[in-house]
T-cell receptor
Framework: DSGVTQTPKHLITATGQRVTLRCSPR?????VYWYQQSLDQGLQFLIQ???????AKGNILERFSAQQFPDLHSELNLSSLELGDSALYFC??????????????????FGEGSRLTVL | LAKTTQPISMDSYEGQEVNITCSHN???????ITWYQQFPSQGPRFIIQ???TKVTNEVASLFIPADRKSSTLSLPRVSLSDTAVYYC???????????FGPGTRLSVLP
């Protein structure tokens, strides 16, 4: 158990709809990361938040948005869903989002993922 | 930004030592090297991290030559349960140590 909680575990919806995925990071972790992994594909980095602020952005579509709340949990909103959005969405957290050489490794702790199926 | 190159796939047999090499020719002074393991339908899991020379933990060893342009993850005596995708990440405090490449798909055969 990584300590990162993602809900829902599974979600089936139709094209054009909007869904929200939720992530609770490990206790005390300030950074949250979102990834998308399509079938047999690599992990696509979407976005990182650190203590409520967006820190880094990857290949996140404009139809997707995310935020991190004061209690540090994060939500990923996916709208105008398309068939190609079907994927596993992972959330990860790390202590600081910074890795001090010789200290915090910046290790990412991943949740079990939310499997989204768009029909 | 340091970019990494790994073999797409590797096969091994149970009980053998497996070495997966990652090339990162443009590694910067402040960059360190991190390896993760991912099983199907699970999130990646941290294996090991290093900056230079050799690092060993209960799971693996990481060899980094003096020029740091490559690194080798060594898995001793693999078992079927080591079948997974292995990712090499390179980055510093401020970036890319969370960006995953395609990884190396290791298949351990009986």
């Amino acid at each position: 158990d990584s300590g990162v909680t993602q809900t829902p575990k599974h979600l089936i919806t139709a094209t054009g709809q909007r869904v929200t995925l939720r992530c609770s990071p490990r206790s005390g972790d300030l950074s949250v990361y979102w990834y998308q992994q399509s079938l047999d594909q690599g992990l696509q980095f979407l976005i990182q938040y650190y203590n409520g602020e967006e820190r880094a952005k990857g290949n996140i579509l404009e139809r997707f948005s995310a935020q991190q709340f004061p209690d540090l949990h994060s939500e990923l909103n996916l709208s105008s869903l398309e068939l190609g959005d079907s994927a596993l969405y992972f959330c990860a957290s790390s202590a600081s989002g910074l890795a001090v050489l010789g200290g915090d490794t910046g290790e990412l702790f991943f949740g079990e993922g939310s499997r989204l199926t768009v029909l | 930004l340091a970019k990494t190159t790994q073999p797409i796939s590797m096969d091994s047999y149970e009980g053998q030592e497996v070495n997966i090499t990652c090339s990162h020719n443009n590694i910067a002074t402040n960059d360190y090297i991190t390896w993760y393991q991912q099983f199907p339908s699970q999130g990646p899991r941290f294996i090991i991290q290093g900056y230079k020379t050799k690092v060993t933990n209960e799971v693996a060893s990481l060899f980094i030559p003096a020029d740091r342009k490559s690194s080798t993850l060594s898995l001793p005596r693999v078992s079927l349960s080591d079948t997974a995708v292995y990712y090499c990440l390179v980055g510093d405090d401020y970036g890319q140590n969370f960006v995953f490449g395609p990884g190396t798909r290791l298949s351990v055969l009986p």
